[in-house]
């Protein structure tokens, strides 16, 4: 099963809204990560857990707030939101925990498409 | 820091032909690894080969090889026998011993299939 679920598919909210995105995944990955990715653009990435503690943060805004409550799921907590976070949030995760070694590739979930209004 | 580039910003191809979609990746660690992932306008990303960087032999799956010359830099995907569901956003990507999970990805090649 290299199977990572994203919910919701789609979400519409305003900028005082607040709203979690959820992933999760059942394949013994020891990696989860967030992206945002905007049009025709790479993703990019915000958040990084390995072993279920926050090992990398691109320098993301405190109105993204990243939670992993357990070595399956990973959440992305929102509030007060501008329109330009208007995107798709992938959710992915790979094998390796650790940043020293080669966590070969990352499994990527369909995404939530989010807008802001 | 590493870089990825994609040049092709865009790529026609007849259904049934064979089409390489390049990539060049500038880093200066010793090991590392690279990766093509699909992505459909539906918006997943999908996962097709991997290429670690001492590995002697370019990396096949199924359809889909990687073309990769260590002294050139260059990781380049071939997609044999084209199919229409073959068309889509082709991202080239690295990680490296710096941070195995920080992934850089390229700016993408979107590819069309022509029946």
């Known amino acids: 099963d290299t199977e990572v679920t994203q919910t919701p598919k789609h979400l519409v909210m305003g900028m005082t809204n607040k709203k979690s995105l959820k992933c999760e995944q059942h394949?013994?990955?020891?990696?989860m990560y967030w992206y945002k990715q905007k049009a025709k653009k790479p993703p990019e990435l915000m958040f990084v857990?390995?072993?279920?503690?926050?090992?990398i943060n691109e320098s993301v805004p405190s109105r993204f707030s990243p939670e992993c409550p357990n070595s399956s799921l990973l959440n992305l907590h929102l509030h007060a939101l501008q329109p330009e976070d208007s995107a798709l949030y992938l959710c992915?995760?790979?094998?390796?925990?650790?940043?020293?070694?080669?966590?070969?590739?990352?499994?990527f979930g369909p995404g939530t498409r989010l807008t802001v209004t | 820091a590493q870089k990825i580039t994609q040049t092709q910003p865009g790529m026609f191809v007849q259904e049934k032909e064979a089409v390489t979609l390049d990539c060049t990746y500038d880093?200066?660690?010793?090991?590392?690894?690279l990766f093509w992932y699909k992505q459909p306008s539906s918006g997943e990303m999908i996962f097709l080969i991997y290429?670690?960087?001492?590995?002697?032999q370019n990396a096949t799956e199924g359809r889909y090889s990687l073309n990769f010359q260590k002294a050139r830099k260059s990781a380049n995907l071939v997609i044999s026998a084209s199919q229409l569901g073959d068309s889509a956003m082709y991202f080239c990507?690295?990680?490296?011993?710096?941070?195995?999970?920080?992934?850089?990805f390229g700016t993408g090649t979107k590819l069309q299939v022509i029946p």
């Open positions: 992915a995760s790979s094998q390796g925990g650790s940043m020293t070694s080669s966590s070969y590739e990352q499994y």
């Open positions: 394949m013994g990955h020891r990696a």
């Open positions: 857990y390995s072993y279920e503690k926050l090992s």
């Open positions: 880093t200066s660690d010793p090991s590392y690894g």
């Open positions: 290429q670690g960087s001492y590995d002697q």
């Open positions: 990507a690295m990680s490296s011993t710096g941070g195995y999970q920080k992934v850089t």
